[in-house]
């Protein structure tokens, strides 16, 4: 099955699927809105970042940690999540508070200083399974599940829009994240995309491919 048909399918079933009539987020991706973003001042975000280090620094101390390296991550991408977080799209009892005091302005500058900094080297795990690297590089057709690396890279560094790179980030925190959308606890994703996906794959596949990821260098 071609990837086209795939995705065409996946999109088809989020847009007419229950729920469907409720915005995942209240960001819109306008021009306005992405140069805003790519303006982003890094060095008051650095300035900014100071509150955020002791949970997302990427450091030994905090390798176990349950929160995400944000070093490297896309722009983009952590602006819509401070948005969502600040709106009540994604819910998180700390992200709530801390997004609530924080302006537009704050929330692209911090955005802009993470995406300057190098990504967390990745750390390797035993070796993953075979089927969790054809979900990467092939999907499924008989799920109609396309290939991560259509949204996410062929090497893990995802999208310019608001698609996450995933490489070298925790295997906790990813597999924690999928189980999230596989139980509709995380809906934050635009056209219930991640939701979809999750729900066809097992407990197992989403711990092989958090695995998979954890173990690419960024």
Same mark, same amino acid.
């Given at each position: 099955?071609?990837?086209?048909?795939?995705?065409? #399918?996946?999109?088809?079933?989020?847009?007419?699927?229950?729920?469907?009539?409720?915005?995942?987020?209240?960001?819109?991706?306008?021009?306005?809105?992405?140069?805003?973003?790519?303006?982003?001042?890094?060095?008051?975000?650095?300035?900014?970042?100071?509150?955020?280090?002791?949970?997302?620094?990427?450091?030994?101390?905090?390798?176990?940690?349950?929160?995400?390296?944000?070093?490297?991550?896309?722009?983009?991408?952590?602006?819509?999540?401070?948005?969502?977080?600040?709106? #009540?799209?994604?819910?998180?009892?700390?992200?709530?508070?801390?997004?609530?005091?924080?302006?537009?302005?704050?929330?692209?500058?911090?955005?802009?200083?993470?995406? /300057?900094?190098?990504?967390?080297?990745?750390?390797?795990?035993?070796?993953?399974?075979?089927?969790?690297?054809?979900?990467?590089?092939?999907?499924?057709?008989?799920?109609?599940?396309?290939?991560?690396?259509?949204?996410?890279?062929?090497? #893990?560094? #995802?999208?310019?829009?608001?698609?996450?790179?995933?490489?070298?980030?925790?295997?906790?925190?990813?597999?924690?994240?999928?189980?999230?959308?596989?139980?509709?606890?995380?809906?934050?994703?635009?056209?219930?995309?991640?939701?979809?996906?999750?729900?066809?794959?097992?407990?197992?596949?989403? /711990?092989?491919?958090?695995?998979?990821?954890?173990?690419?260098?960024?």
């Amino acid at each position: 099955m071609k990837t086209g048909y795939v995705l065409a #399918g996946v999109l088809l079933a989020a847009v007419n699927g229950p729920g469907a009539a409720e915005p995942s987020t209240r960001l819109a991706w306008t021009p306005e809105t992405l140069a805003f973003v790519r303006n982003g001042n890094a060095d008051r975000g650095e300035v900014l970042a100071e509150a955020c280090e002791g949970c997302h620094a990427a450091t030994p101390e905090n390798a176990d940690s349950e929160f995400p390296y944000l070093q490297g991550q896309l722009a983009n991408y952590l602006y819509k999540q401070l948005q969502d977080y600040k709106t #009540g799209s994604r819910s998180n009892e700390i992200m709530v508070g801390i997004s609530a005091g924080m302006s537009d302005e704050d929330m692209a500058d911090v955005s802009a200083w993470y995406r /300057r900094q190098p990504a967390a080297p990745a750390r390797k795990v035993d070796e993953v399974s075979d089927a969790a690297r054809a979900l990467v590089n092939r999907g499924d057709s008989t799920r109609m599940l396309a290939p991560c690396a259509v949204c996410h890279g062929s090497s #893990g560094h #995802g999208q310019a829009q608001d698609t996450p790179a995933l490489a070298a980030q925790k295997a906790t925190y990813l597999e924690q994240t999928m189980l999230a959308y596989k139980s509709g606890a995380r809906h934050n994703d635009i056209y219930r995309r991640m939701r979809l996906i999750v729900q066809q794959l097992s407990d197992e596949e989403i /711990r092989q491919l958090a695995r998979y990821y954890a173990g690419l260098e960024h």
